[in-house]
């Protein structure tokens, strides 16, 4: 068992940067993949970024190329997501995600375990 919480959301003006942060329980965190995803009012569940047990290999997904960077430290059990020049379409309830397989990192049934989220919200 894995229990995820995230924090570090919060208001930020467009443009603005933030980083959400991920901790993780349990003695095992390196071999989980870890992702983020996101979901806005009325839209569906959408995949941010993941990142290998290992933090060899990363995924970002294109709508946040270029702004979002994932990373982790194994050594703190904790996953960051670093978002630069933030826009209000950005604006979603973030959250964190854990994944044995290492398999279908970019849909959510590819991941075992959830955080509650933490709110990211970015005013024009």
């Known amino acids: 068992q894995v229990q995820l919480v995230e924090s570090g959301g919060g208001l930020v003006q467009a443009g603005g940067s933030l980083r959400l942060s991920c901790a993780a329980s349990?003695?095992?965190?390196?071999?989980?993949?870890m992702g983020w995803f996101r979901q806005a009012p009325g839209k569906e569940r959408e995949f941010v970024a993941a990142?290998?047990?290992?933090?060899?290999?990363?995924n970002v997904a294109d709508s946040a190329k270029g702004r979002f960077t994932i990373s982790r430290d194994n050594a703190k059990n904790t996953v960051y997501l670093q978002m630069n020049n933030l826009k209000p379409e950005d604006t979603a309830v973030y959250c964190c995600?854990?994944?044995?397989?290492?398999?279908?990192?970019?849909?959510?049934?590819?991941?075992?375990?959830w955080g509650q989220g933490t709110q990211v919200t970015v005013s024009s």
């Open positions: 995600a854990a994944s044995r397989t290492h398999t279908g990192l970019v849909v959510g049934s590819g991941y075992d375990y």
């Open positions: 349990g003695r095992t965190f390196s071999g989980y993949a």
């Open positions: 990142i290998r047990g290992n933090g060899a290999r990363t």
